[in-house]
């Protein structure tokens, strides 16, 4: 592993399985190369609801991800598994603090039975993992770039990010393999 700072994983609701959080960790450390581990005990998405959209407020579970873990050596991952929202977008399927400590994914829209189709427990891994890089990539500092093939391409639909790859290209590699750890001064 990397001299960088470790990835958390915190389950946001008690409805994502442990094995499924674990497997998550074990793919991100290999893509990042750096130490990853889940967390406990989940935390209540019940405060981040609007119940005029029927969603949860990303940036809400964002800002609290950031003041309970202010001090933490770690960048950290929300994994939600409720339908995400920012006001000036249907949904999204995470988001995260560019240049920051935090990110949120959601696996409601990832899961094929949101859109009418049998389960496929490998393709939710998959396109977990792929938005976790993604947002994560941004807390790196990373924007959105133009080769589709990188995972740090923008994406507003399912069948966009099963096309990309779950690694970045090689100019933004660069960017996260030469980051650091946070310093005390950057808390």
């Known amino acids: 592993m990397s001299a960088g700072d470790p990835i958390w994983i915190q389950s946001v609701g008690d409805t994502v399985p442990l094995e499924f959080l674990d497997s998550l960790a074990a793919r991100l450390a290999?893509?990042?190369g750096?130490?990853?581990?889940?967390?406990?005990?989940?935390?209540?998405?019940?405060p981040f609801y609007d119940p005029d959209r029927g969603q949860y407020w990303s940036t809400a579970i964002l800002r609290h991800l950031a003041a309970r873990f202010s001090d933490a050596p770690a960048r950290v991952l929300g994994v939600a598994d409720v339908d995400l929202f920012v006001p000036v977008l249907t949904?999204?399927?995470?988001?995260a603090q560019l240049e920051g400590r935090c990110a949120v994914i959601s696996l409601c829209r990832l899961r094929?039975?949101?859109?009418?189709?049998?389960?496929n427990p490998e393709r939710l891994l998959e396109r977990a993992v792929k938005e976790a890089v993604h947002e994560l990539g941004h807390t790196f500092g990373l924007r959105h770039c133009r080769d589709w093939r990188c995972v740090m391409a923008s994406t507003h639909a399912v069948e966009r990010l099963d096309l990309k790859e779950a690694d970045f290209c090689p100019a933004c590699r660069r960017v996260v393999d030469t980051a650091g750890?946070?310093?005390a001064d950057a808390r």
């Open 30 to 32: 290999r893509v990042f």
């Open 34 to 46: 750096r130490s990853c581990r889940v967390l406990g005990p989940s935390l209540d998405p019940a």
């Open 91 to 95: 949904f999204v399927f995470g988001e």
């Open 112 to 119: 094929e039975e949101f859109y009418g189709l049998p389960p």
């Open 181 to 183: 750890g946070f310093s």
